[in-house]
């Protein structure tokens, strides 16, 4: 069974830190994409950071740049997405997902197969 489980989601205050994971399961990562995404209250998801794992090749929101860091140990079959610097307008329900095809690097919903149920991360000002 092909499983997505994030975790490391909170409460933390604006300026804090926090670092998701996403635990795969029933497949490897080796050559597959994953992406982040989040969806804050009234708002469409949205693509925060994603990573083509068989090239390395790396996306990041505009809003993320600098502060958010993906990244994947191939050997826990996880991948992890650092949080620092979180402003409150970070606060959203968190969702890790995978293209299985390996061969998107950019966050189009629509290439991703499998999606984790959620981690929510909130920000107080």
């Known amino acids: 069974e092909v499983r997505l489980v994030e975790s490391g989601g909170g409460l933390v205050q604006a300026g804090g830190s926090l670092r998701l994971s996403c635990a795969a399961s029933g497949f490897s990562l080796d050559d597959k994409s994953i992406g982040w995404f989040r969806q804050a209250p009234g708002k469409e998801r949205e693509g925060v950071s994603c990573?083509?794992?068989?090239?390395?090749?790396?996306y990041y929101a505009d809003s993320v740049k600098g502060r958010f860091t993906i990244s994947v140990d191939n050997a826990k079959n996880t991948v992890y997405l650092q949080m620092n610097s979180l402003k409150p307008e970070d606060t959203a329900i968190y969702y890790c997902?995978?293209?299985?095809?390996?061969?998107?690097?950019?966050?189009?919903?629509?290439?991703?197969?499998?999606w984790g149920q959620g981690t929510q991360v909130t920000v107080s000002s």
């Open positions: 990573i083509a794992n068989r090239d390395g090749r790396i």
């Open positions: 997902a995978a293209d299985t095809d390996g061969s998107s690097w950019y966050p189009i919903e629509v290439l991703y197969d499998f």
